[in-house]
Every structure is written in structure tokens, then in C-alpha cells.
């Protein structure tokens, strides 16, 4: 499995884990990116499972990447529209409270 794979298999399979919880995202979106603590919580358990199973560390696939690889992938959930932010687009995160804001909400 390439890199790629890993880290797209690692991401499908942190969605089934989100979707588990009752929350949704749209297809693509990068968990391995993501700020919200859920997400990032869907994205380890996924981890954890790839090493169980596979003896896999999905986190040393990510860092892999190459930029041209991951430029197009979504990062990032709007608060204001609930639109998904790609990695090529102008945002603003507030860590202080936890959100994210496409250009057009800000």
C-alpha cells in the first residue's frame, strides 16, 4: 500500500468511526487535518486500528505526503455555512473556540 492509500484508507475508515457517533462529513475530508477534538478522536481510533492490524503507523504515511498530494484536500468544517474547507483555500481558526470560518463567513 502506498502512503496515499494508507492515509486515504486511514481517513474512510475515521468516517465510519465519526458516522458511529452520529456526526457526518462529506466524502474527502482529511480527519488527519482536522482541528475539532471528535474528528481528531475518530482519526487516532482509525490509527490505533491500522497498527493493531495492519502494523501500520497512518500518522508516518501523512508525513510522507507530498504538498502536491494533499494541496485539494478538505482541512476544515465552516461553522458559519457548514461548508468543507479545502487546503488551497483562506480560512480563519479560533483556537480559543474551537472554530473554523470559510472567507466568505469571516
Avoid at 475530508?29 to 481510533?45: G, I, K, N, T, V
Wanted: aromatic share 8%; with cysteine; glycine share 4%.
Amino acid at each position: 500500500m502506498t502512503d496515499l492509500e494508507i492515509v486515504s484508507k486511514c481517513n474512510a475508515l475515521a468516517k465510519l468511526f465519526y458516522a458511529g457517533r452520529g456526526y457526518a462529513v462529506e466524502d474527502g475530508y482529511r480527519f488527519d487535518l482536522a482541528h475539532h477534538p471528535q474528528e481528531q478522536e475518530a482519526w487516532d481510533m482509525a490509527c490505533m486500528a491500522f497498527e493493531l492490524l495492519l502494523e501500520v503507523d497512518p500518522n508516518d504515511a501523512v508525513s510522507n505526503l507530498d504538498d502536491d498530494e494533499t494541496e485539494k484536500e478538505v482541512v476544515a468544517r465552516c461553522e458559519g455555512c457548514g461548508r468543507n474547507i479545502r487546503a488551497d483555500e483562506d480560512y480563519d481558526y479560533d483556537p480559543e473556540d474551537d472554530i473554523s470560518l470559510c472567507e466568505q463567513c469571516q
